[in-house]
């Protein structure tokens, strides 16, 4: 069986990136269809970033300026995470790298001795990205090694990409799919039937049709693991702003008393979200606080969202890949989400069925995609178990809430021996899960006795050595808007 005509129902971010990167880096090879249905629209959410995403433009062959211009986009160099150890409390996790590690240990347990000898510092202070996004200072260049992300707007990357497919060949239909019709040997899914009355035919179908997740689950019914218990909010309410200040490099995350708040700073305006659990807070109670809380005049009507946390049991079944919403839903605490999108569109490149559908392919896919999403989760876990908060009874839920077994051995680790590690496979660096412990107030009871080795005075040297290069790299940046204005400023009207 030959596996050529490719349908991909539902063209949000997921949808436009699998046309994308399909239809580059096939071309010729598959023949490929969208389906969307611009009354059905968008989730519409979706724009804060990490760097990976520049790998998977760099493929794409994406030009960094012009995706910026087009997307309003800014950078990003991590994301602030405010009131989430108590109220009151601030720390950033950024992209960027702690210190320099030695091959024994990471460069905390260095830092750690350093404050056990009086040598007072944050580990904050060793890194270039956390220490640029607090001076909101920001610049790029091939031969830059900092690590960035993007914050962009979502609607207009799907319309960025739509054109960058549709450049490459993808066929576009306008569309609601009201029918999806399997074989009746194999349950496979044969084609998709329209309001319109037309049949749209295929061998192998990608559903990125959100949480409505029509092949994969209405019509496969491949099931949904749930993780509710450990990642209990279900709810976001969305609204976007004005900008009344310059953009600064990084997301905000505020927590307040049942979740917390998202603030993304685009060139031209702000995207601001409440995410919240239901049990805890109503759709109303958000809203008004969201409002209440966001700076500037709002420029749409508050939008309410709900989801729930989990995977989709198979990501691939039969000849349905489901990618973006459709394959299950973290939560956008760390930002996520596109970079699953991105994982799973080069999977399914690498493991592409072009001589059909064999079941090893099929579970080597199910079992990357599954072990990959569950380390994400478990560092999103962290966020809300590992809190010294219990003013409202949504945190001292999280507070006591069970947590996946590898979480538990991985705070263990890092509460006993100052350990941190990345699992073969793994997003999330040494350098991530350890901002994130310490700054939940994770104090580790040990670290390694190989510092010991250094006397105090070569520690001192060592430690203010590092300090002073990053404050020099720092010193020496431009700020982020006027590097923006530089590189790539995109020619919106004020205030539009
Ligand atoms: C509150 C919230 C905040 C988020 N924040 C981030 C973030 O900061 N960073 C991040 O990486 N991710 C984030 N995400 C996730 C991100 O929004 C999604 O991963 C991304 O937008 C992809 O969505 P999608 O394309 O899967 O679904 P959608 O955008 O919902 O697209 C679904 C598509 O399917 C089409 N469709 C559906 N049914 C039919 C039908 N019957 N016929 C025809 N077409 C149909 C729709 O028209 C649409 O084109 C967030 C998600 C939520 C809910």
């Given at each position: 069986m030959k596996m050529q005509r490719v349908v991909i129902a539902g063209g949000g971010t997921a949808g436009w990136l699998a046309a994308a990167a399909l239809s580059q880096q096939l071309k010729g090879v598959l023949d490929i269809t969208l389906i969307e249905s611009d009354e059905i629209g968008?989730?519409?959410?979706?724009e804060s970033s990490i760097p990976p995403m520049r790998v998977f433009h760099k493929l794409l062959r994406i030009d960094e300026q012009e995706f910026m211009r087009s997307c309003e986009a800014t950078f990003k160099l991590g994301i602030s995470f405010e009131?989430?150890?108590?109220?009151?409390d601030r720390y950033i996790h950024s992209f960027g790298m702690n210190g320099k590690p030695t091959w024994l240990c990471e460069f905390h347990h260095f830092w750690l001795r350093g404050l056990e000898r009086?040598?007072?510092?944050?580990?904050?202070?060793?890194?270039l990205e956390l220490q640029a996004a607090k001076a909101h200072k920001f610049a790029t260049s091939p031969q830059s090694e900092i690590n960035f992300a993007y914050h962009l707007d979502a609607t207009v990357y799907a319309k960025f990409l739509r054109k960058f497919a549709e450049g490459h060949g993808v066929n576009r239909i306008e569309g609601k799919i009201k029918q999806v019709k399997q074989k009746?040997?194999?349950?496979c899914i044969e084609s998709l039937l329209l309001d319109s009355g037309r049949s749209v035919a295929g061998d192998f179908f990608i559903d990125c049709?959100?949480?409505?997740?029509?092949?994969?689950?209405?019509?496969?019914?491949?099931g949904y693991e749930d993780w509710s218990h450990c990642l209990p909010c279900d709810s976001a309410v969305a609204v976007q702003t004005e900008s009344v200040s310059t953009p600064v490099p990084y997301t905000r995350a505020i927590a307040h008393e049942a979740g917390w708040r998202w603030r993304i700073p685009l060139q031209h305006r702000v995207g601001n979200g409440m995410v919240f659990c239901s049990r805890y807070m109503s759709d109303e109670e958000a809203t008004s606080k969201l409002l209440q809380e966001?700076?500037?005049?709002?420029l749409i009507q508050p939008r309410v969202l709900k989801f729930r946390t989990?995977?989709?049991?198979?990501?691939?079944n039969k000849n349905v890949v489901a990618l973006g919403l459709a394959s299950g839903f973290v939560e956008p605490l760390e930002s996520t989400s596109i970079h699953l999108i991105m994982t799973g569109i080069t999977r399914l490149m690498q493991?592409?069925?072009?001589?059909g559908i064999d079941p090893s392919l099929v579970e080597l896919y199910n079992q990357q995609t599954q072990a990959e999403v569950e380390k994400i989760r478990d560092f999103i876990v962290l966020h809300y178990h590992a809190?010294?908060?219990?003013?409202t009874p949504f945190w001292r839920y999280c507070k006591t809430m069970s947590i996946p077994e590898t979480l538990a051995h991985r705070i263990a680790l890092f509460k006993s021996a100052a350990h941190a590690f990345q699992a073969?496979?793994?997003?999330?660096?040494v350098d991530s899960w350890t901002q994130v412990m310490l700054g939940q107030?994770?104090?580790?009871e040990h670290y390694h006795?190989?510092?010991?080795?250094?006397s105090d005075a070569e520690l001192i040297q060592v430690l203010s050595s590092l300090r002073n290069a990053v404050s020099q790299a720092v010193a020496k940046l431009p700020a982020h808007q006027e590097f923006i204005e530089r590189y790539c400023k995109a020619g919106h009207a004020a205030g539009a």
């Open positions: 968008t989730v519409g959410v979706g009131g989430w150890r108590k109220p009151g009086g040598i007072k510092s944050e580990l904050g202070d060793y890194c009746s040997e194999d349950g049709t959100g949480f409505r997740a029509l092949l994969i689950e209405q019509t496969l019914q491949t966001v700076e500037g005049k709002t989990g995977r989709r049991r198979k990501a691939w493991l592409f069925p072009f001589g809190t010294q908060r219990d003013d073969e496979g793994e997003l999330f660096r107030g994770i104090v580790p006795q190989v510092t010991a080795t250094m």
